[in-house]
Every structure is written in structure tokens, then in C-alpha cells.
Nanobody, 124 residues
């Protein structure tokens, strides 16, 4: 069955970095664009970044541009989110998702498969 498993979250002080991973299985990874979202308690799920099936195109939300980078390794069916200079407001559950090929999308409703999430807490 389709499965997306995130890892790499944790507790870090402000200014540090984390690299999240999302391992996919149960579907043809290269048939899908991939995305990262986050959700903080009491807030809506928000788009962070997306990457095309080949890795050739990416899109990043303006509010994390310059700090967050998305990449993928199709040989191991994994998408990554590199997060630098983390801030307390980055504290949230981080989720990866798979969406259809084609133009890059950034809406929650465009992504059909979701992982369970990994918690990132930024605190001193």
C-alpha cells in the first residue's frame, strides 16, 4: 500500500539546521511531484515547498525562501527538506505529500497521499 514515512525531526535551538526525509513506497515515485507542508497546533496546514517528479523544478513558499530547500533522490524514493537558520515560529508537525505530475502545485487539496508527519520543535 501507499506509504510516506517522514523522519529527521526533533528539538533544536534557534539558528540550527535540520534535514527532514520522507521515504515513499507502494507507488511509482517518479510518477509524482512531491511536497512538504507543516501544521502548528490550532493553525491550518501550510505549504512549504514542492518538487517535480524529475527534481528539475522546485517551488518554495516566500516566507521560507532562502532558508528551506527541497530535493529528491529517485534512486531511493526519498524527498528531503533542508531547513537552515530555524526559528521558534518554525515549530510544527512537518508532513510530506505526493501530488500529480505536471505543473507545480501548492494547495493541500492537490496532494493525494500524505505521511504521518514528524515533529520539529525550535526552542532554546
Amino acid at each position: 500500500q501507499v506509504e510516506l514515512v517522514e523522519s529527521g525531526g526533533g528539538l533544536v535551538p534557534p539558528g540550527e539546521s535540520l534535514r527532514l526525509s520522507c521515504k515513499a513506497s507502494g507507488f511509482t515515485f517518479t510518477n509524482y511531484n512531491m511536497g512538504w507542508f507543516r501544521q502548528a497546533p490550532g493553525k491550518e496546514r501550510e505549504f512549504l515547498a514542492t518538487i517535480s517528479w524529475s527534481g528539475g523544478s522546485t517551488g518554495v513558499a516566500d516566507f521560507v525562501k532562502g532558508r528551506f530547500t527541497i530535493s529528491r533522490d529517485n534512486d531511493v524514493n526519498t524527498v528531503f527538506l533542508q531547513m537552515n537558520n530555524l526559528k521558534s515560529e518554525d515549530t510544527a508537525e512537518y508532513l510530506c505529500a505526493a501530488g500529480p505530475k505536471g505543473f507545480l502545485r501548492n494547495s493541500v487539496s492537490d496532494f493525494g497521499f500524505w505521511g504521518q508527519g514528524t515533529q520539529v520543535t525550535v526552542s532554546s
